[in-house]
């Protein structure tokens, strides 16, 4: 098995999760997120962050504290403060997902998104609305890695196309 930072079932996932969050369907929960982190080989950060609220929920410290610790350590790596401001101090993310929990993590909305190349690398440049008499705001993200992920996929996805129309 290797890793892959591009999953389209992703969002589907968690919000099942999430509904069984709202219900009270917490062991329930607990499973589907337990298989979905061991999935994604403990890289996702909103995984983590579901999990600590989930375990703090459940009474569960000793795994509360092991996703925080994760969720601490992966986002020290994504957000390193004064990155995010140019194309030359970018964020390198994972995965897309981390660059709307950034924003939301820092209570912003977004108004535009941005596909941009320089220097051989891809990014993706977000603008968020102005917030309480502060202006604009834009974030540089590298998204090098799920790009050439999802592009490895589709890759092999034609390949396979190919060779199964060469069969017939």
């Avoid at 219900?23 to 982190?37: D, H, I, Q, S, T």
């Amino acid at each position: 098995s290797h890793y892959e930072p591009y999953n389209i079932t992703w969002r589907e996932d968690m919000i099942k999760v999430g509904k069984d969050i709202q219900k009270g369907n917490l062991k329930v929960a607990e499973a589907a997120l337990v298989k979905l982190v061991e999935r994604e080989r403990f890289m996702r950060i909103d995984a983590h962050a579901v999990a600590l609220a989930l375990y703090e929920k459940m009474g569960e410290s000793e795994k509360a504290r092991k996703h925080r610790d994760f969720l601490e350590g992966l986002s020290s790596a994504v957000f390193v403060p004064g990155h995010g401001t140019s194309f030359d101090q970018p964020i390198e993310v994972l995965f897309v997902d981390e660059e709307y929990a950034l924003i939301g993590a820092m209570g912003l909305e977004m108004k535009e998104q941005a596909l941009s190349e320089r220097g051989g690398h891809r990014f993706d440049v977000l603008t968020t609305h102005a917030k309480a008499g502060e202006p604009e705001r834009q974030f540089y993200f590298n998204i090098d890695m799920p790009w050439n992920s999802l592009e490895n996929n589709m890759k092999k996805v034609f390949e396979r196309s190919k060779e199964q129309a060469g069969k017939k």
